[in-house]
């Protein structure tokens, strides 16, 4: 395959992707709908974590995500309401590294757009 090809495809893989992202994350007017979350971690051994509650549509979600520093911001994903979130000790959400949970509220609206959670 020419260079141009290749760059031609991974060009359009990119795009999908972004695509793909964008699709899935839902759209939200900023703080006026639910808010993201930043992760704070006081122990310094949470490597990931489960979301699992409302989005901005007031649907059910969950997702893993990784948190390879003290503070992660999980952009893209909207949450209002009670939401449940458990801590692991891996950066898979694996059941075998469980590590704890908390439950948090996160407003419908507030002046910004990002509602911290701690471990």
Known sequence: MSLIK???TAGGAVALAFA??????????????GQQIRFHDTSGLVYS????????NGDVASGCFATPSKDTWIGGWW?????????????SCSFATYYGETNAWV????????TTVSS
């Open 6 to 8: 290749k760059a031609a």
């Open 20 to 33: 793909g992202v964008l699709g899935s994350a839902g759209q939200s007017s900023a703080a006026s709908n």
């Open 49 to 56: 974590i489960r979301i699992e509650g409302y989005n901005q």
């Open 79 to 91: 949450w209002k309401g009670e939401v449940t979130v458990t801590f692991y000790k891996n950066n």
């Open 107 to 114: 407003p419908t609206s507030q002046s910004g757009d990002w």
